[in-house]
């Protein structure tokens, strides 16, 4: 967890001032091959990620499941501290 938590911070403080990031992608793994069914979505809900579709039925037509973060409350909380 501390190595996406860095990940998401560098994004934030470095890249998004030159380039203009607002969100994250990840393919969070699902196997229903093994048992019991591997799902890492849980992984990154817990970090603040959000499923691209919600709706999407299990399993899913691929190996993954696709997630976002939306990085903009983030990056506004870091610009208030900044101001602070």
Avoid at 32 to 51: N, W
Wanted: hydrophobic residues 45%; charged residues 25%; aromatic residues 14%.
């Amino acid at each position: 967890m501390r190595l996406t938590e860095w990940a998401i911070d560098y994004v934030i403080t470095e890249v998004v001032p030159v380039v203009g990031v607002r969100f994250i992608t990840v393919d969070a793994l699902y196997d229903a091959d093994v048992e019991p069914t591997y799902d890492a979505s849980g992984f990154y809900v817990k970090l603040g990620f959000e499923f691209a579709d919600p709706t999407e039925s299990l399993p899913p037509i691929n190996p993954y499941r696709t997630m976002y973060l939306d990085l903009k409350q983030l990056i506004e909380v870091l610009a208030t501290e900044e101001m602070d």
